[in-house]
Each structure stands twice: as C-alpha cells, then as structure tokens.
C-alpha cells in the first residue's frame, strides 16, 4: 500500500516547464506501478504517463511524447513528471496514483492509491 502526495504545480507561460513530485509513503513504493493522471475543467479525468517496477517501462499518452517524461527513484519513494513546452491544453489538476504490480497501466480504474492533485495552469 502507498500513499501519493504530489508537489510542483504552479502557473506558467506556454513554453515553460515544470517538475511534478510525487512522494509515495509506504513500504512497497518498489513493487508499485505509479501513474500520473489529469482533470481539466468541466473534462473527465485522462492518463498522462505511467511507469512500471524499475526496468518494467513506461506509458504514456500521445499528446504528451515527446514533451513529458515520467521517472521514478525507489531510494526516495518518488516519481517524478518533468513536464517540457507546456501548452494551455496541459492546465488540469494532476494526480499520482498507485498500485501494486509490474506494468504501466493507463486505466485509471486500475489504481487503488491515489493523492489530493495539484494544479498546473498553463498562460497562452
């Protein structure tokens, strides 16, 4: 079992960039898949990257490749969510989530653990 607290979120310009931090206590952080999902407003709650026990690989959603990158480190019990070029269309509450398990997973039905979000909010 793991308990996520996110951290990072802000207000930026389109362009910038922004390290998400997700802080998962509990002692099976590394047998955990962890995910990072987002809720813009007045829209239903989307996958945006997640990634697997250590050499167990990552997901992630097409409208991020290439611009976001999910990372975890087990000796900290944190994933991280190094977000790059971030448009408006990226403005959401993102939450950390996590199960215990091998591979990424983008349902988020497939997660039992889940933090209180923080909010990202992209300027054009």
């Known amino acids: 079992q793991v308990q996520p607290v996110e951290s990072g979120g802000g207000l930026v310009q389109a362009g910038d960039s922004l390290r998400l931090s997700c802080v998962a206590s509990g002692r099976t952080f590394s047998s955990s898949v962890m995910g990072w999902f987002r809720q813009a407003p007045g829209k239903e709650r989307e996958f945006v990257a997640a990634?697997?026990?250590?050499?167990?690989?990552?997901l992630s959603t097409d409208s991020v490749k290439g611009r976001f990158t999910i990372s975890r480190d087990n000796a900290k019990n944190t994933v991280y969510l190094q977000m790059n070029s971030l448009k408006p269309e990226d403005t959401g509450v993102y939450y950390c989530?996590?199960?215990?398990?091998?591979?990424?997973?983008?349902?988020?039905?497939?997660?039992?653990?889940w933090g209180q979000g923080t909010q990202v909010t992209v300027s054009s």
């Open positions: 989530a996590g199960r215990t398990g091998t591979y990424a997973r983008a349902q988020d039905s497939d997660y039992a653990y």
């Open positions: 990634i697997g026990r250590s050499g167990f690989g990552t």
